[in-house]
């Protein structure tokens, strides 16, 4: 069996678990679960395709107490989950993020908005692509469909995927990019009620 999401795209590999927190306080947070988008260039021991990326891979990390870590094989088949249930708490990880996005809103100067800005120190933000929620939070400012550029794992560039405002800002977005602290992937992510998928990507 080979079981597929389709809002994602995804292919898995290997079952996984879910992490919680070993810590003897009550009042300390669970540790999470999830998904973060990376480039191609990190290397990963468990990764899953997206539908459409050459440059861009999803990979399953989980928190502990100084950060987040990517699954390896052994930590992977060690918690014994299987694939569907772990894209199940991902997301829901995925969810509470995009809920409580407060993305900035990029107007020209006649006050039409251009672009949203997105950005989270959270570490799964990416994986906000996922959540029905994401497209839902644009809908009366940019529009059903949406272009998003992921150029770095805390920033996320979002437009109106017609009207060629990419297009107008691309070279301020390559630029973000090479100057990010975690970057992904110039590859733009076209997202919509089908879920989401890569269709293109921007020259460097």
Same mark, same amino acid.
């Given at each position: 069996?080979?079981p597929?999401?389709?809002?994602?795209?995804?292919i898995?590999?290997?079952a996984?678990?879910?992490?919680?927190?070993?810590?003897?306080?009550?009042e300390?947070?669970?540790?999470?679960?999830?998904f973060?988008?990376?480039?191609?260039?990190?290397?990963a021991?468990?990764v899953?395709?997206?539908e459409?990326?050459?440059?861009?891979q999803l990979i399953?990390?989980?928190e502990?107490?100084y950060? +987040?870590?990517?699954?390896?094989?052994?930590e992977?088949?060690?918690?014994?989950y299987e694939w569907?249930n772990f894209?199940s +708490?991902?997301?829901?990880?995925a969810d509470?993020?995009?809920d409580?996005?407060? &993305?900035?809103l +990029?107007?020209d100067?006649?006050g039409?908005i251009?672009?949203a800005?997105?950005?989270?120190?959270? &570490?799964?933000?990416?994986?906000?692509?996922?959540?029905?929620?994401?497209g839902?939070?644009?809908?009366?400012t940019l529009?059903?469909?949406l272009?998003?550029v992921?150029v770095?794992?805390? +920033?996320l560039?979002?437009f109106?995927?017609s009207?060629?405002?990419?297009?107008?800002?691309?070279?301020?977005?390559?630029?973000?990019?090479?100057s990010?602290?975690l970057p992904?992937?110039?590859?733009?992510?076209?997202?919509?009620e089908k879920?989401?998928?890569?269709?293109?990507?921007?020259?460097?």
């Open positions: 069996m080979n597929h999401f389709s809002a994602a795209g995804l898995p590999a290997i996984v678990s879910l992490l919680f927190s070993s810590s003897a306080f009550a300390k947070p669970e540790h999470r679960v999830g973060i988008f990376e480039g191609s260039f990190e290397k021991e468990i899953s395709k997206l459409g990326a050459k440059k861009t399953p990390a989980y502990w107490d950060g +987040i870590r990517l699954f390896s094989k052994a992977w088949e060690k918690r014994g569907e894209v +708490i991902a997301k829901k990880t509470t993020l995009a409580k996005l407060e &993305p900035d +990029i107007r100067s006649r039409v251009d672009y800005l997105v950005t989270s120190e959270d &570490p799964f933000l990416s994986s906000v692509l996922m959540s029905p929620l994401f839902k939070k644009f809908k009366d529009g059903d469909q272009h998003v992921i770095d794992r805390h +920033i560039y979002v109106p995927a009207g060629g405002k990419l297009n107008d800002y691309g070279a301020a977005v390559v630029e973000k990019f090479k990010a602290e992904v992937s110039l590859e733009v992510f076209q997202v919509d879920g989401f998928r890569v269709v293109g990507e921007l020259e460097r």
